[in-house]
């Protein structure tokens, strides 16, 4: 499975737009992205998964240039709800084993 | 509400004791995960079974064992063979054994005493 990269932690206001960017250089064709959210002592909770081009939910956005090597978590007007850690995790699309192995995530602080 | 239950919330092993954590979920999905988190680490897959009866190893399934006699449980047990368990152990599950993990239960914290 492609090797997903993610800043360690990043910083922000409450109220401001906040894009987390997550590379995947050997993203294979069968492959998609998602993203989950983690609060402390919580388990993941799935935020959005995408293929290509722009997803966008009720909780977030994901954009997804054309050659798919990196994808963008974008969370409008962020509160101090938002802060946690966040996994970009690349999952292929086959008929064998679709379990998930997490990397370290970015710990988003949403300051007031 | 459907979901994910973990129990306990806090359990604490001694030295050379197996212990087993539980997992039910109400969901009706055929796939449920364990998976184990360290401090500040990502989760790492411990087995995963994608339908009743049935059961697969993960990263990290080396001193743990794990059931599935009932679509809606998936307990793990930790065997004294594993030597570092202190860690947040979540479940989880899937509708069908071909999807990721949707749902997560709130994780139980094991210690050694």
């Known amino acids: 499975l492609a090797k997903t990269t993610q800043p360690i932690s990043m910083d922000s206001y409450e109220g401001q737009e906040v894009n987390i960017t997550c590379s995947h250089n050997?993203?294979?064709?069968?492959?998609?992205i998602t993203w989950y959210q983690q609060f402390p002592s919580q388990g993941p909770r799935f935020i959005i998964q995408g293929y290509k081009t722009k997803v966008t939910n009720e909780v977030a956005s994901l954009f997804i240039p054309a050659d798919r090597k990196s994808s963008t978590l974008s969370l409008p007007r962020v509160s101090l709800s938002d802060t946690a850690v966040y996994y970009c995790?690349?999952?292929?699309?086959?008929?064998?084993?679709?379990?998930?192995?997490f990397g370290s995530g970015t710990r988003l602080q949403v300051q007031p | 509400d459907g979901g994910i239950t973990q129990s306990p919330k806090y359990l604490f092993r001694k030295e050379g004791q197996n212990v087993t954590l539980s997992c039910e979920q109400n969901l009706n999905h055929d796939a449920m995960y364990w998976y184990r988190q360290d401090p500040g680490q990502g989760l790492r897959l411990i087995y995963y079974s994608q339908i009743v009866n049935d059961f697969q190893k993960g990263d990290i399934a080396e001193g743990y064992s794990v059931s599935r006699e009932k679509k809606e449980s998936f307990p793990l047990t930790v065997t004294s063979a594993q030597k570092n368990p202190t860690a947040f152990y979540l479940c989880?599950?899937?509708?069908?054994?071909?999807?990721?993990?949707?749902?997560f239960g709130d994780g139980t914290r094991l210690s050694i005493l």
């Open positions: 989880a599950s899937s509708r069908r054994s071909g999807d990721q993990p949707q749902h």
């Open positions: 050997n993203i294979a064709t069968n492959d998609y």
């Open positions: 995790l690349v999952v292929r699309r086959d008929t064998g084993r679709r379990a998930l192995t």
